[in-house]
């Protein structure tokens, strides 16, 4: 049986102490080191090289996204999953753009972490489903989005034209090789952005765009 290391970064050391003892449990992870320090957590990580890496996002001095960034920036072969209280929709844009492995929230039950670490491992990124749920409550601090299918990416642009031609959010995630949980995250930013709230809308505007003779990014 293949063996996984773990290493987990949270603030709070009996939750730490928890999730360790939890991970170490599993005959497949193996948790070579933890820390509550997000200013330590990268030289950790960068020197213990671990496949897996849990982080939480609001940490009081370095944040998960910051220790994401760098490990990105490093290239580190290191799999990293959120694992936190609250995540908000730009929160979620930026570590997808950074190579977030997985998304869950803390009140999930314990086994859904090991499945999430099982799912990453195997080189499946996992996105829970409260996580898309709750991102549609959440307030959002942004600047205004910019009007029209021009304020979209050129994912959010592919997604909406698949989800526009009939496509589930199953088929659209086997479609674009991703993670249903993903597909949902991005149709949350792109309803955000449209100031929208279904794909009925989304629809609308990317048809009328359409038959205006211009691409739907112009």
Request: include cysteine; hydrophobic fraction near 45%; charge should be neutral.
């Amino acid at each position: 049986m293949t063996r996984y290391s773990v290493f987990l970064v949270d603030d709070h050391p009996v939750l730490l102490r928890g999730l360790a003892d939890l991970v170490a449990m599993e005959r497949d992870f193996t948790v070579v080191g933890s820390t509550t320090q997000g200013a330590e957590a990268f030289a950790m990580i960068d020197r213990l090289k671990p496949d897996l890496a849990v982080l939480d996002i609001n940490m009081p001095d370095v944040s998960g996204l910051a220790i994401l960034r760098r490990i990105r920036a490093a290239d580190l072969p290191v799999r990293a999953v959120f694992l936190t209280a609250m995540i908000t929709p730009p929160q979620a844009a930026e570590a997808l753009a950074h190579g977030i492995w997985g998304i869950l929230l803390k009140e999930a039950a314990p086994d859904t972490l090991i499945d999430c670490l099982r799912s990453v491992a195997g080189g499946r990124r996992w996105f829970a489903e409260d996580v898309a749920v709750k991102l549609g409550s959440l307030p959002m601090e942004a600047p205004p989005p910019p009007p029209g299918l021009a304020g979209l990416t050129p994912r959010e642009l592919e997604i909406a034209g698949l989800a526009c031609s009939g496509l589930s959010n199953k088929l659209i995630a086997r479609e674009l090789g991703a993670g249903e949980g993903t597909v949902k995250i991005h149709l949350h930013n792109i309803f955000q952005k449209l100031r929208i709230n279904n794909r009925t809308a989304l629809a609308a505007l990317y048809y009328q765009r359409m038959e205006s003779g211009a691409p739907p990014d112009a």
